[in-house]
């Protein structure tokens, strides 16, 4: 069965039923959101079966470093949400010449970063980590696992980035089989490298690291080679790689605001990681975040689906000049969102007590203090759902200054203040950081419709006018763009 033939047309994507399009374009990001969650399960799970004298230490020493390493991958990340926004509205306005030029120019760049990232966060692993945590034995679990996935950030840029531009061209089948291949992978190393089966010594968490690297590694040579050889349509040249300046420019006025939303909301993790550690029981509440953490990537599945169907619509609709189809998507896919994220809050608490069982058997502490922290989060959930469509509207219009604002508040304005108030300030431990987690979310979420009414979100972020250049997919020459530009903050 060619999976691909699945893929909705860029007819479809303008002119077909809402929901029913957006989940064709969701059920490939779906499945490969189940598929990350696998990858992240799966050195959680296998840490968590270490001798008992060690394994809660090493599943909150993974947590801990999480936040770390998604601080860096966020900042460099973002400007996929430039390449998202440009190569759609692009393949919107019929353009595929700028769209596999927007490509080029957003992957080397998000190399480059990559690169950046790799010395600054090898550099600060061991300085920050251990501010995170008293516990000096989840501290150097942390830091000898994140050194190891900063060393592969490269490679995991150029698989996200290939993720973030084949979407938008409306290709979401392609970035799910190459997860498919290097999740199964990593699967298979993960328990050889950390209990040291067959010829490979024990590495313990260094190990799970070690099998997360060469995966990412694998994955992104496929990406480029697909990339580079036109094996999905979208080609990119060598020449379209060599950094730009004009191109640069309009990648980063529209990334920046993206990267600081996003490291801007990591580094808010990593100040509540902190706040959870100091709770008066710093490793059962880690570890009962850790694992339920984990658990939250199953609304990742709708999340990451859904928001990806609803960014690609947004953007190819306004690159075709179609307002009024793209106010239509936003609607109809927030709706579904909220409704799904709904649904999976009750499935989770339902499977709570046996997923917590499953990753840590031997700690009945961590179990009792995890279904307590999911028993009050999971109410924010649909709120969170509603935030996410909105950002994904923003995302694929181009227009990433409310996404960062709502990013930091969440964080910043609500989460860290108030898990501090709750847990530290008014003595309530982990059951304050619970509560004060959950309340900003739902601010967040009602915050996100504010802006959706306040922000004009539907001006496309490219300008096009009329030549003569061969359309894609064989339709006749209509127009090409020309120019790309970005409103500045002073307009929102």
Not at 227 to 237: A, E, F, I
Not at 290 to 318: E, H, P, Y
Request: include cysteine; proline fraction near 5%.
């Amino acid at each position: 069965m060619n999976m691909r033939s699945s893929m909705p047309s860029r007819q479809e994507i303008l002119h077909g039923p809402v929901v029913p399009t957006m989940f064709r374009l969701a059920w490939p990001v779906m499945v490969s959101s189940l598929l990350n969650m696998v990858y992240n399960m799966t050195d959680t799970f296998w840490v968590g079966h270490l001798p008992t004298a060690e394994n809660a230490q090493a599943v909150a020493g993974v947590q801990v470093a999480g936040p770390v390493v998604w601080f860096l991958i966020a900042f460099a990340a973002g400007f996929g949400s430039s390449g998202l926004a440009l190569v759609s509205q692009f393949i919107g306005a019929r353009n595929h010449a700028e769209a596999e030029k927007a490509a080029g120019q957003t992957m080397s760049l998000g190399i480059l970063l990559g690169f950046a990232m790799t010395a600054v966060g090898i550099f600060l692993a061991p300085v920050v980590l251990p501010l995170l945590t008293p516990d000096t034995t989840v501290s150097s679990a942390a830091v000898s696992y994140t050194r190891i996935i900063f060393a592969g950030l490269p490679a995991i840029f150029v698989t996200s980035l290939y993720a973030q531009i084949m979407n938008a061209y409306g290709d979401t089948v392609t970035p799910m089989i190459i997860n498919i291949v290097t999740v199964v992978l990593n699967v298979i190393l993960d328990p050889f490298m950390i209990f040291g089966w067959g010829p490979f010594d024990r590495m313990g968490v260094a190990g799970a690291a070690l099998a997360t690297v060469l995966c990412e590694i694998l994955a992104a040579v496929i990406s480029l080679w697909i990339l580079v050889s036109g094996k999905r349509k979208l080609r990119v040249t060598w020449r379209d790689l060599i950094p730009e300046t004009v191109w640069t420019r309009r990648i980063l006025r529209i990334g920046i605001p993206a990267s600081i939303g996003g490291s801007g909301t990591s580094f808010g993790f990593i100040v509540l990681m902190g706040i959870i550690g100091r709770t008066p029981d710093p490793t059962i509440a880690l570890s009962a975040y850790g694992i339920g953490d984990r658990m939250f990537s199953i609304t990742s599945l709708i999340n990451d689906g859904a928001g990806i169907g609803i960014a690609t619509m947004v953007g190819q609709a306004l690159g075709a000049d179609m307002r009024d189809r793209a106010r239509k998507v936003v609607w109809q896919g927030m709706t579904t969102m909220v409704a799904l994220m709904a649904i999976a809050s009750v499935f989770m608490r339902i499977i709570t007590p046996f997923v917590y069982k499953a990753f840590i058997p031997t700690q009945p502490v961590v179990i009792a203090e995890g279904i307590r922290f999911m028993s009050v989060f999971l109410w924010s959930n649909p709120f969170f759902g509603l935030m996410m469509g909105v950002q994904s509207a923003f995302q694929g219009s181009g227009h990433n200054i409310p996404n960062m604002i709502l990013d930091l508040v969440r964080l910043w304005g609500l989460r860290v203040p108030l898990a501090w108030y709750f847990g530290i300030a008014l003595q309530k431990g982990s059951q304050g950081v619970w509560f004060g987690m959950t309340v900003s979310n739902i601010v967040a979420g009602l915050l996100s419709v504010i802006l959706l009414f306040t922000v004009d979100w539907c001006r496309k972020v490219i300008e096009h006018v009329p030549v003569a250049e061969p359309l894609l997919m064989g339709e006749e020459a209509l127009s090409a763009v020309a120019e790309v530009e970005v409103e500045s903050p002073s307009d929102h």
